[in-house]
């Protein structure tokens, strides 16, 4: 990765003076996020372990008639740890240690709510088609070792945590879903939601592995927020992030797996697009690395065959309602983004901006009701 760029604001921070600097910001991230204090034992932790640690804070105006509603998200981005050939089991283990311990430092840090990235727990092995060894990943979403795993973490530190993994549906058949498990203060399981949208492009073979999601959109009530997951693929789909919005979610998690040759323009856009649209805050989250297999594999694109997926470019960020945003995490590295939010601000902007008040759900569910239909006729005149 010697010669990827570390990120967007590195570039503009060593070339811009720092008058047109703030002005650039302003105008790529909109209403400047503030620095949030983060302690030394924090940033040596960090730095001992080989991750960045980064904060920020989107605040809201005070109001007379509700408190501040403050929250603390943690975003985890991580490389794999072993060779892609080394024993299942101790892959799992190597990735527990790993990110168990960024997870350990956002609870020290007081994160109330983090989300690790999209299927964790594994290299993302979905461009292979192979079925072995890479479905032997698979566990329970409710009674799993990860799940089991993270719930002592979530108990210890009062945390909510969302734990993308690849699920193995023991009461269905044994089928895989493509899942992400929620974990409450408590540490007890608060329930799952799947991946509404499995991409059929490039490298990403994933419907060899699983189908569309069956949970809809689900928003979990948790003593911080309602909060919900729009796996990866999903951030593409406007609809999909709308109806976590219509269910009453104030803050939506993407945990993904995407490489930079692919999607990364529309990175920056899509989850801070949502934001504004669906009057929550977002959180974009995206592994780092590139990931080598034993075997070649082709993409159907008449290019010669290869054993790597591509350069998993990190940039995780937060997004709120009022359309700013935090900076990415660091497109090469493994990072912890806290980014302490104020929910209020969800309310703030539907009253300022009244894009839910004009949002004219009726007009849309009449039109799809029609556009499903196998006799439907496009209206152009």
């Known amino acids: 990765m010697s010669g990827e760029l570390s990120s967007v604001e590195s570039v503009l ?98 994160a109330n709510v983090v989300c690790l990235q999209e299927a964790w727990t594994m290299p993302f092995a979905f461009c292979t088609r192979e079925k072995h060894p890479w479905t032997q990943f698979a566990e ?15 108990a210890k530190y009062r945390m909510v945590i969302v734990s ?28 799952k939601t799947r991946k509404n949208h499995i991409p059929r492009v490039g490298d990403f073979n994933e419907s060899t592995y699983y189908i569309e999601g069956n949970t809809g959109h689900r928003v979990f009530s948790t003593i911080y927020g309602k909060i919900a997951v729009n796996i990866c693929y999903g951030r593409h789909h406007p609809q999909n992030w709308m109806m976590y919005g219509v269910n009453g979610a104030e803050i ?8 930079g040759a692919l999607s990364e323009p529309m990175w920056p856009i899509e989850a801070r697009n949502a934001a504004i649209a669906n009057s929550y805050f977002t959180c974009a989250i995206n592994r780092v690395g590139t990931e080598h297999f034993p075997r070649e594999f082709t993409s159907a694109d008449g ?12 940039s995780s960020y937060v997004a709120a309602p009022d ?56 209206d152009v005149i």
């Open 303 to 314: 290019k010669p065959a290869h054993k790597d997926f591509g350069h998993f470019y990190g």
């Open 13 to 110: 921070e060593k070339h811009l003076p720092e008058e047109e600097l703030a002005e650039v910001k302003r105008i790529l991230y909109g209403k400047q996020a503030r620095p949030l204090e983060i302690s030394e034992e924090s940033i040596n932790r960090g730095n001992e372990g080989g991750y960045d640690v980064a904060g920020w804070s989107i605040c809201a105006e005070l109001e007379e008639t509700r408190p501040p509603r403050k929250v603390t998200i943690a975003l985890i981005q991580n490389q794999i740890v072993l060779p892609t050939d080394a024993p299942i089991l101790d892959q799992i283990a190597a990735l527990h240690k790993r990110v168990g311990s960024i997870i350990e430092n956002a609870g020290k840090s007081g």
């Open 323 to 378: 359309g700013s945003r935090t900076p990415g995490l660091s497109r090469t590295k493994d990072g912890l983004l806290l980014t302490e939010v104020d929910l209020n601000l969800c309310r703030q902007v539907k009253d300022k901006w009244g894009l839910r008040m004009t949002q004219r759900l009726d007009l849309y569910a009449e039109s799809l009701t029609a556009a499903v239909k196998l006799d439907y006729k496009p």
């Open 164 to 191: 993308p993994i690849l699920e193995r549906d023991e009461a269905h058949g044994e089928i895989l879903w493509n899942t992400a498990v929620i974990i409450d203060h408590n540490g007890k399981f608060l329930g």
């Open 140 to 154: 329970p979403a409710e009674t799993g070792v990860t799940t089991a795993f993270l719930s002592e973490i979530a």
């Open 252 to 259: 939506v998690f993407n945990p993904s797996a995407t490489v």
